[in-house]
């Protein structure tokens, strides 16, 4: 059974910066992509960064230049990097893997304060 499990997240103040991680762990065959999205209360989940195997990555314009998002195949781990952060990148951040089908995390709280 795959799971895939969250961590970084917390309370930060604004500008500062967080780290997430995820970690799949169970077999899991034929990576596609890894991704970040988030979610607030009310709101659908919106997408943040994905990085495919080929190497491709994509960031939603509002975190550009300030994310980073990398992977670690061995560990079949993805990376969130978040600087400068604001007040609105407030929300649960989930992991996302995909294969043949979509894996999720838990979600992992990311809080900034002004």
């Known amino acids: 059974q795959v799971q895939l499990v969250e961590s970084g997240g917390g309370l930060v103040q604004a500008g500062g910066s967080l780290r997430l991680s995820c970690a799949a762990s169970?077999?899991?065959?034929?990576?596609?992509?890894m991704g970040w999205y988030r979610q607030t209360p009310g709101k659908q989940r919106e997408f943040v960064a994905r990085?495919?195997?080929?190497?491709?990555?994509y960031y939603t314009d509002s975190v550009k230049g300030r994310f980073a998002i990398s992977r670690d195949n061995a560990k079949n781990t993805v990376y969130l990097q978040m600087h400068s952060l604001k007040p609105e990148d407030t929300a649960v951040y989930y992991c996302?893997?995909?294969?043949?089908?979509?894996?999720w995390g838990q979600g992992t709280q990311v809080t900034v304060s002004s």
């Open positions: 990085i495919f195997s080929s190497g491709s990555i």
């Open positions: 169970g077999s899991i065959y034929g990576i596609n992509s």
């Open positions: 996302n893997i995909h294969t043949v089908r979509d894996y």
